[in-house]
């Protein structure tokens, strides 16, 4: 494969760099990108470091994007100049031509240890960039031809273990007189040590790509290989670990939204043109409409309902945007939540609860909540249905409802006319779908036969949740 030729110039790497940052979804503006250039321009180019700050202060709108800066900013600007030979991997193969050597065996593995144990201990910044460097090479290739040949952080932390240099590295603290021996001070001293380890095993996994990136050319790799930001993470494929950073941007992401509301109520608020008095008016400036008169009217706030299938993969999707909208509730007149898998409960004081407790939200709703009747497979129609018989009260001409839900039916009825009795009482039903069109109606899925109802949107992340809310949302 052939790698696109890396930039030739600090220049050419500020330029990939916010290339690369935009296509991980950065709003970055040319007036932005001078300013970078300008930055690192005064700091010179000399401290890989200050360039680093530099480029984070312009270029960065807040802390959640600082992560995916760092990885991007790890490959453009590399520790090692990027013309250096990896060691440990021989110059491109010709034909017939030797592979290139074998990994590291369990000498050469167990020296590796040692001196990552030494360093950890002394927290030698230096020594651990050069371990981290000399464990990839020595410890993560993979493949036998020039195609095949890769670097895996992954390989070369199972066979280094790390991790389990705590005790060793402990007890060279202790010799060195640094824990004291105390019990509360081992506790600190072994938090520090999974930090370092921590941070080694990132160092790791960033000359692992910038490895890859020599051979597959630095764009690829930083579109493919570094994580995405939280409110980028597909709902569908996230983790533990990232729903719970997701529930943290909860509060700054209904500030925004708020803001964003508001300022289309006020636009709302002024009225559009009366044409007919405006033309009346005009009469006594010969016609011509000097002054227009504006129909105004007094917007009511809507009274949103969510109805939420919190089954399977799509719970964290539903539980994300339970707390999102608990958060803008001073936006609607009335928010009434409603969480089901095959029987409809009502939940809008359990997601007001979960302000103080948003990991919990999902244990409480599937503890405290009637969700399910002889079985545990979510059904839509049944759900459906015993909304539309049980909670007819919460629809009105002011409703907006938001059905969130993969339309995935385990092949029961989908109860078709309950949804238009829905879509009929209130004033506007949207659909939200975690699952890219592509996938609708595939399988047990009923989504397009639902879509002929109401209006159903992709919705895979919490930006795009986020953009959805603001635009669909009357005012």
Not at 35 to 43: I, K, Q, S
Not at 105 to 114: I, Q, S
Not at 440 to 456: F, I, K
Request: with cysteine; net charge positive; proline share 5%.
């Amino acid at each position: 494969m052939s790698a696109r030729p890396e930039p030739a110039t600090p220049g050419d790497r500020v330029t990939g760099l916010v290339r690369a940052l935009r296509a991980h979804g950065f709003g970055i503006g040319t007036g932005e990108t001078v300013d970078a250039g300008l930055a690192v321009t005064a700091v010179g180019f000399e401290d890989r470091e200050r360039v680093r700050e530099a480029l984070a202060a312009t270029l960065l709108h807040g802390a959640g994007q600082r992560r995916v800066f760092d990885h991007v900013f790890d490959l453009y600007f590399p520790l090692r100049d990027p013309g250096e030979r990896d060691p440990g991997r021989a110059p491109e193969r010709e034909a017939g031509e030797e592979p290139r050597p074998a990994a590291a065996g369990p000498e050469e593995t167990a020296a590796l240890r040692e001196r990552l144990a030494a360093a950890l201990a002394a927290a030698d910044e230096a020594a651990l960039n050069l371990l981290a460097v000399e464990a990839v090479g020595a410890l993560g290739g993979f493949g036998a031809t020039p195609g095949s040949d890769g670097w895996s952080s992954y390989q070369t932390l199972s066979r280094l273990r790390p991790e389990t240099l705590l005790a060793r590295v402990r007890q060279a603290l202790r010799d060195a007189g640094a824990a004291g021996g105390a019990e509360f001070a081992d506790r600190l001293t072994d938090d520090e040590i999974r930090r370092r380890i921590e941070d080694f095993r990132e160092r790791v996994r960033t000359e692992a790509r910038r490895r890859v990136a020599l051979r597959q050319g630095r764009d690829r790799v930083a579109r493919r290989a570094v994580a995405a930001t939280p409110d980028r993470v597909d709902f569908l494929l996230a983790g533990r670990d990232q729903l719970d950073e997701l529930r943290r941007t909860v509060r700054p992401l209904a500030r925004r939204l708020a803001t964003r509301l508001a300022a289309r109520r006020r636009r709302a608020a002024r009225g559009e043109i009366d044409l007919r008095r405006t033309l009346r008016r005009s009469l006594s400036t010969g016609g011509v409409p000097v002054r227009p008169v504006l129909r105004r009217r007094r917007p009511g706030r809507p009274e949103l309902v969510l109805l939420c299938d919190v089954s399977g993969s799509v719970a964290g999707f539903a539980h994300f945007t339970m707390l999102l909208v608990q958060a803008l509730h001073d936006q609607f007149s009335r928010v009434r939540v409603f969480a089901f898998v095959n029987r409809v409960d009502e939940v809008t004081d359990l997601v007001a609860r979960g302000r103080t407790d948003p990991a919990g939200l999902g244990e409480r709703i599937l503890a405290e909540a009637t969700l399910t009747g002889w079985h545990g497979q979510s059904d839509y129609g049944t759900a459906l249905g015993e909304f539309a018989e049980r909670y007819a009260d919460a629809l009105g001409p002011r409703s907006v409802v938001f059905v969130l839900g993969d339309a995935r039916t385990n092949r029961s009825d989908p109860n078709l006319p309950a949804l238009k009795l829905i879509a009929d009482r209130a004033r506007r039903v949207y659909w939200l779908n975690p699952e890219q069109p592509a996938l609708w109606s595939t399988g047990d899925s009923v989504a397009h036969a639902y879509a002929e109802l109401v209006d159903m949107r992709p919705c895979r992340n919490a930006r795009q949740l986020a953009e959805l809310i603001g635009r669909l949302l009357p005012v």
